[in-house]
């Protein structure tokens, strides 16, 4: 009873004779995700390549690309939705939405191969032709963008026609009839496929697996050459920076040595990282130039050697984010190298009228900045150096600007390469039309960075950072539970444009739950908002209060 039926079912039901007959299974959705893997490891090895080989000049990544033009398309209230609930995670996010859309494609690319190989390879083709389209439309696209994406899918598509074409001509398993435990003894192809080449399916899963290691490899290797390459980019500008006619130094009394408080100085690869970018343009200072155009008598075009023959200047300034919210970490304290902005502006004549300049990016952000926080006396920089070095890529490489006192998306534009004189009823700043306000002055803000959560009963050191950039900070205050507020110790204050560390001995913790609150008061002598707000449209504002066990 038993032997019969298992020498009818696969007689009865069929999958070897379908298999036979036209490639059913896992096999082809195998053969579609060996193809796309094929595709993109070839596009991003030879984009890596070409970026390594042309020092930080080449090519960028097609799957980026695709990435980038999937950002631009997105809507906004999609984007918002993104940020806010993956926070600066939404990148890896995206990243991995990406992979697991390729992977579904290249699956289903597979399967239409079963029904018909043209289809296949057309539908890859064509998939390949919107990823050509993405690159084309990235805003630093050159012709030789196209040549590895071009490259990729030629390969891809001749691995996809000629693995389901073998998978096709390959047998499955046992034929029909033949039971398993007869299959070692009497399968002819298998001995067969030894000394000819008509494939096995399992020489052509193998195959198709193999290649799709290697595709994999080769997506991994490209982003490594491309990495070495934007950093061989980099050394390019490593060789020329300026000597700023004014130098600044860090007095020791700014510093602090409270364990977990914020360090005066942020180092460059601690830095916070805010931008529309998914990634970082890459910027050939070679070809790099600054236009002033708009309202202006005369219009200027700067390229790199012209802006590093100015007289720079260096600055401490700290940089925070709009979006930063009370107590939060996207704020950041460098020393910046540039040339005034002012200078820049008062060679280009500013016409009667204007009251904005629109700095542009090269990934056409922009940002709308009051002109007169640009040409009055403060450190507005056309900044070229962060702590010293060549602007890390992220950070804006080879040229941002940097303004005391406003959130960095109405005045920190990265990557730049236009300042536009305009006016604020003409031109509006990349976040104004999605609910953000044209003018990010920066609020009072203080942060207790140590304890954050527990503590030990007796003498405590409370310690933290308070900034409000361009007017200083003259007082900070502490309160323990609902106490009075006690004055914390101010550490120096080199300038009024970055923030200034303080710290607050609490001598008595007692044991138990407790809740630590500060603010500031800034160099005018006014007292931070205990006003709640969120970050949209114009900043957060609020108490920071934190809540800590005493054991
Ligand atoms: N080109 C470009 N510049 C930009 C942005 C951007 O999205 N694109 N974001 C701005 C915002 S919102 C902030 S807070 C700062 C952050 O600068 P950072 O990433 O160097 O910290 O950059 C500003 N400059
Ligand atoms: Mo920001």
């Not at 046992?174 to 003894?185: F, L, Q």
């Not at 490209?222 to 006619?245: E, F, I």
Request: proline share 7%; hydrophobic share 45%; glycine share 12%.
């Amino acid at each position: 009873m038993t032997s019969t039926t298992e020498a009818a079912r696969p007689a009865a039901t069929g999958p070897p004779e379908r298999a036979t007959s036209s490639p059913g299974g896992p096999g082809p959705a195998l053969v579609g995700v060996a193809a796309g893997a094929v595709t993109v490891g070839v596009a991003e090895l030879l984009a890596g390549a070409l970026l390594r080989v042309l020092g930080g000049q080449g090519t960028p990544s097609p799957l980026l690309a695709v990435g980038g033009a999937f950002v631009d398309l997105t809507p906004h209230w999609l984007k918002d939705w993104a940020v806010a609930t993956f926070g600066t995670a939404d990148k890896l996010v995206l990243g991995i939405g990406i992979v697991v859309t390729l992977l579904v494609l290249a699956l289903l690319v597979g399967r239409l191969g079963v029904v018909s190989r043209t289809a296949a390879a057309a539908v890859l083709l064509l998939l390949g032709a919107v990823a050509l389209a993405a690159v084309a439309t990235r805003p630093s696209f050159a012709p030789l963008d196209l040549v590895p994406t071009l490259v990729g899918l030629a390969v891809g598509a001749c691995v996809l026609w000629v693995l389901l074409g073998r998978l096709r001509a390959a047998p499955a398993a046992p034929r029909p009839g033949v039971g398993a435990g007869r299959e070692r003894h009497t399968h002819p192809e298998a001995v067969r496929t030894d000394h000819r080449p008509a494939p096995t399916r399992r020489g052509v899963l193998g195959a198709a697996a193999g290649i799709g290691v290697l595709g994999v490899l080769g997506v991994v290797a490209g982003q490594a050459l491309a990495r070495t390459g934007r950093a061989a980019g980099d050394a390019v500008a490593r060789l020329g920076l300026p000597t700023p006619r004014r130098s600044v130094k860090v007095p020791a009394e700014a510093l602090s040595d409270v364990p977990g408080q914020t360090t005066f100085l942020t180092p460059n690869a601690d830095f916070y990282r805010i931008d529309t970018a998914l990634f970082a343009p890459r910027v050939d200072v070679g070809r790099w130039r600054l236009r002033v155009t708009g309202m202006v008598d005369q219009e200027i075009e700067l390229d790199w050697a012209e802006l590093l023959a100015q007289d720079h200047v260096e600055a401490l300034v700290t940089l925070a984010c709009v979006s930063n919210t009370v107590g939060g970490e996207l704020v950041g304290n460098a020393r910046w190298t540039g040339w005034p902005v002012r200078e820049l502006l008062a060679r280009a004549g500013v016409q009667e009228g204007a009251d904005m300049v629109l700095s542009r990016s090269v990934d056409g952000f922009t940002a709308g900045t009051p002109l007169e926080v640009l040409t009055d006396d403060r450190d507005a920089l056309i900044a070229v150096a962060m702590n010293g070095e060549p602007l890390p890529v992220e950070h804006g490489y080879p040229v941002r600007l940097v303004v005391p006192g406003l959130y960095g998306y109405v005045s920190a534009t990265k990557w730049l390469t236009e300042l536009k004189v305009t006016r604020f009823d003409a031109d509006e700043g990349y976040w104004t039309p999605r609910g953000w306000a044209a003018l990010g002055p920066v609020k009072t803000a203080s942060r207790i960075d140590v304890p954050r959560r527990e503590a030990p009963a007796g003498p405590v050191t409370v310690a933290g950072v308070a900034w409000a950039q361009h007017r200083g900070i003259s007082k900070v205050e502490v309160r323990v539970d609902d106490g009075v507020w006690s004055e914390a110790t101010l550490l120096a204050e080199p300038t009024v444009d970055a923030w200034r560390l303080w710290t607050w001995e609490w001598s008595d913790a007692e044991a138990g739950q407790h809740e630590l609150t500060v603010r500031a008061t800034d160099g005018t002598g006014e007292l931070q908002t205990d006003r709640t707000a969120p970050p949209a449209p114009d900043g957060a504002s609020g108490w920071h209060t934190v809540r800590v066990t005493v054991r």
